[in-house]
Nanobody
């Protein structure tokens, strides 16, 4: 019933920007903490950014100042604006909804070329 669909990934050069979108259904993003995670080859999945229902934002140290998480409640969509991208940002990015149960999207690939 709950579905999270990521989009916006792709190939970008170092220093470029991308905006990821997470369209939610079966859940209201305004009532839940939402997050973006990523997993690079050979590495564990890590939290990139999170926004609570109250609007509090948390970022991984590696992306602070470069990434911004936001939401559009009317569209029930969460965004991740990624600027000044680096090759180490290359990963599959996943949308997460933290309710009593964690829900995950299918992931979208972000590749940053050197």
């Amino acid at each position: 019933q709950v579905q999270l669909v990521e989009s916006g990934g792709g190939l970008v050069q170092t220093g470029g920007s991308l905006r990821l979108s997470c369209a939610a259904s079966g859940i209201s993003i305004s009532n839940n903490a939402m997050g973006w995670y990523r997993q690079a080859p050979g590495k564990q999945r890590e939290l990139v950014a999170r926004i609570t229902s109250g609007g509090s934002r948390t970022y991984a140290d590696s992306v602070k100042g470069r990434f911004t998480i936001s939401r559009d409640n009317a569209k029930n969509t969460v965004y991740l604006q990624m600027n000044s991208l680096k090759p180490e940002d290359t990963a599959v990015y996943y949308c997460n909804a933290a309710t009593w149960k964690n829900y995950w999207g299918q992931g979208t690939q972000v590749t940053v070329s050197s």
